[in-house]
């Protein structure tokens, strides 16, 4: 399911987020939104763009090389 899929993204870039230390603030900047859309995103009240998902892999993908 999409939206199963596209929550456990989101769920799992907050918790990259933590783990890096990252304010919303500059985990926004890193996907190039506003610190109040990424919060709307992180509590599920919007869904991403296939740009702000796109972004949320490429950190992943660096983060594990």
């Not at 799992?12 to 859309?37: D, I, P, R």
Request: charged share 30%; net charge positive.
């Amino acid at each position: 399911n999409k939206m199963t899929l596209t929550k456990l993204v989101v769920t799992e870039f907050e918790n990259y987020m933590k783990k890096q230390g990252w304010t919303q603030t500059v985990a926004a900047e890193k996907l190039g939104c506003s610190a109040s859309h990424l919060s709307r995103l992180l509590r599920g009240e919007k869904n991403p763009s296939s740009t702000i998902l796109d972004k949320m892999e490429a950190i992943f993908k660096e983060w594990n090389e």
